[in-house]
């Protein structure tokens, strides 16, 4: 899954290189922790969170086909 967040985070923003991805793994679902650079942020986030709204539901239809629970948070 981090691979997955990966391509499609660097696909969208202008600096691909500060993009960093750090999976925190619970007893019952994992975290991915996106950090991408503060101007690239709002590309991230998109109109009333439409971009994020959409990877998390890519992120969570691929992890349900593995029987596991992932989502994806902004941090900064």
Do not use: C, F, Y
Request: hydrophobic content about 45%; glycine content about 6%.
């Amino acid at each position: 899954m981090k691979g997955l967040v990966l391509l499609i985070t660097k696909a969208l923003v202008d600096n691909p290189d500060q993009v960093e991805v750090r999976e925190v793994t619970g007893e019952k679902v994992t975290v991915l922790e996106l950090k991408v650079a503060d101007v690239d942020r709002g590309k991230i986030i998109g109109k009333e969170g439409r971009i994020i709204k959409s990877i998390k539901i890519i992120v969570n239809s691929a992890s349900a086909k593995l029987d596991k629970r992932v989502t994806v948070e902004i941090v900064e």
